[in-house]
């Protein structure tokens, strides 16, 4: 009877276990599902600027398409800059959506001795040839072998140009792409660049600050300068080789 009696627990006590596993695989499970749409959730906030394929979205500034200098190669826009053009020709990027308040997430490379850039409220207007007429730059740069990595740092790869200096250089080495997030919010009136993971510039917008660094900046003369709070995304020509890849923006 003693032996009856305790195989009847210890089945008891089995089931119990198993029971026990199944629910604690059962929240295992349910937690894995929740954090994969908690993911997806994240992720749909983005959109896609550029997917690898196609300019679909782009336009070279005051243009109504994207010339034959910028190639679409192992899923990155590539700009080969021209080995003659007319003066003041240009080809730069630049969204056709306009944003106001962001985060944009991109890669860019550049080449040897290279020199870009990434812009952002930028407007077209029929006085002005550049989108740095009223765009402010985050610089795409080598820092080793372009000369304006040695004419200043606020001049070097990931800086607000001729404004705020990265806190560090953590660019990759040339040949490797570099990973960069820039957020722009005018609700709180202060912008980031986050560079490879590190953030490395902060700076205000749009307020007494933001102004008195255009007033010491080359910039202080210049009428529309930093004026848009909405405008387009551009992506520099320098005259420099230079690829971007993955780039999408999420409104903030």
Known sequence: MK??????????????????????????????VAEANSENAKESEWTILFD????????????DGVSEHWKLEDGAMVFYPPKERAKG??????????????????????AEAGNSGIFWGVMEKPSLNQPYETGP???????????DGKNGTSHQAGALY??????????????????CLISINHKTATGSVTLNGEIIVEFPLHNEEWDAMVAKSKFA???????????S???????DVVAFRNIKIKKL
């Open 52 to 63: 690898g394929t196609s300019f679909e979205g782009w336009k070279e500034y005051a243009k």
């Open 162 to 179: 001729d404004m705020v200096s990265p806190s560090k250089d953590v660019t990759k080495p040339i040949g490797e792409w570099n990973a």
């Open 89 to 110: 020709e240009s080809y730069n990027l630049v969204t056709k959506e306009q944003f106001t308040d962001f985060e944009l997430s991109l890669e860019w490379k550049i």
């Open 137 to 147: 730059e985050i610089q795409v740069l080598d820092n080793e072998k372009h000369p």
């Open 233 to 239: 995304i551009g992506l520099q020509d320098h005259g």
């Open 3 to 32: 032996q009856i009696v305790i195989i009847l627990f210890s089945t008891f006590l089995c089931m119990g276990c198993k029971e026990k596993v199944k629910e604690v695989e059962t929240k295992v499970v349910a937690d894995e």
């Open 221 to 231: 003369d210049w009428e529309h300068f930093g004026k848009y709070t909405t405008g």
